[in-house]
């Protein structure tokens, strides 16, 4: 079982990234798949969460209308398109499994490794 989570890099204020999550060893789509941050110092903040079939999606009020999570489960991968991004955007982001549902969740679930993502002049 595995979550790739890959994407990441440095980009400038107002400059767009497109993460992805893939998924191995496991049917991605009997999970919900949440999007989440870490910066240096600060608590880990779940920014998006995508239902199962794509059709329900959630953000944080700090990404609402940046932020784009997408799904494709054919090719088990999960997307988190980043627009307008900002430095206080700067952070670790990670994916993981939600189960059952993006706002019901029992267990931990499985998570990527991370990708950094820093936004600066």
């Known amino acids: 079982v595995q979550l790739q989570a890959s994407g990441g890099g440095l980009v400038q204020p107002g400059g767009s990234l497109r993460l992805s999550c893939a998924a191995s060893g496991f049917n991605l789509d009997d999970y919900a798949i949440g999007w989440f941050r870490q910066a240096p110092g600060k608590e880990r903040e779940r920014v998006s969460c995508?239902?199962?079939?794509?059709?329900?999606?959630y953000y944080a009020d700090s990404v609402k209308g940046r932020f784009t999570a997408s799904r494709d489960n054919a090719k088990a991968t999960v997307y988190l398109q980043m627009n307008s991004l900002k430095p206080e955007d700067t952070a670790v982001y990670y994916c993981a499994t939600r189960a059952p549902t993006c706002t019901v969740v029992t267990g931990d679930g499985y998570w990527g490794q991370g990708t950094q993502v820093t936004v600066s002049s």
């Open positions: 995508i239902s199962r079939s794509g059709g329900t999606t």
